[in-house]
């Protein structure tokens, strides 16, 4: 369009929390909505995205095998990954699974996964 200024380009975000800053997330994040509390801590553990963990179904957990299975609808890369399940992120589902009186299964070994 003539006598508009094209927009300068809109630079990319690099912050990341501080040890500190996680710190003090996780510990506050309880206080909030209960199921808000858990989603921020597997985000933390995790380093997954926001919908793969707000989305996320008990088929898609291996308690025994320590992992997490995402079929490749879920990713935004199109493609299945298993994602490793920490200490922290296991206590983090057994609370979870308490308070709802679940017993997380074995994921599903019929899917075809990645590892990273």
């Known amino acids: 369009m003539e006598g508009m200024e ?3 380009a809109v630079k990319a975000r690099e912050r990341w929390l501080s040890d500190s800053e996680l710190a003090r997330v996780w510990m506050q994040v309880p206080e909030c909505h209960r199921c808000f509390g858990p ?5 933390i553990v995790t380093g997954q995205r926001r919908e793969e963990i707000s989305g996320l179904h008990w088929q898609e957990l291996d308690r025994a095998g320590r992992e997490m299975r995402l079929s490749g609808d879920r990713t935004k890369n199109g493609e299945p990954t ?3 399940l920490n200490d ?5 589902l057994d609370k979870v699974a308490t308070r709802l009186r679940f017993t997380v299964q074995p994921a599903s070994r019929s899917n075809a996964v990645t590892r990273r």
């Open 88 to 92: 922290l992120a296991v206590a983090e």
């Open 39 to 43: 989603i921020v801590r597997l985000l």
């Open 82 to 84: 298993t994602i490793p």
């Open 6 to 8: 094209t927009p300068k």
